[in-house]
């Protein structure tokens, strides 16, 4: 397992984190942000809000996207 892959086993998603925080422990999860309606992902917002205000502005459930980005970074663990 590389230095990378240990870090992402090891990472849990909080809401209080932001886009690009997630972003940084894997790329791929680009993909779920995309699916919850979070396309732009590298405005300032992607780096200044939390995962809860992002999904509130987004009309998306922050409790629904930590789910599913936790559930993706497990899969890679």
């Given at each position: ?44 917002h992607a780096t200044a809000e939390s995962l ?10 922050a409790d629904e996207l930590v789910e599913k ?6 899969e890679k663990g």
């Amino acid at each position: 397992m590389t230095k990378e892959s240990e870090d992402t086993a090891m990472a849990t998603v909080h809401k209080d984190m932001s886009i690009g925080q997630v972003l940084s422990l894997d790329r791929s999860t680009a993909s779920i942000f995309i699916n919850f309606g979070m396309h732009c992902l590298g405005c300032p917002h992607a780096t200044a809000e939390s995962l809860e205000d992002a999904c509130a502005a987004h009309g998306a459930s922050a409790d629904e996207l930590v789910e599913k980005l936790n559930a993706h970074l497990a899969e890679k663990g």
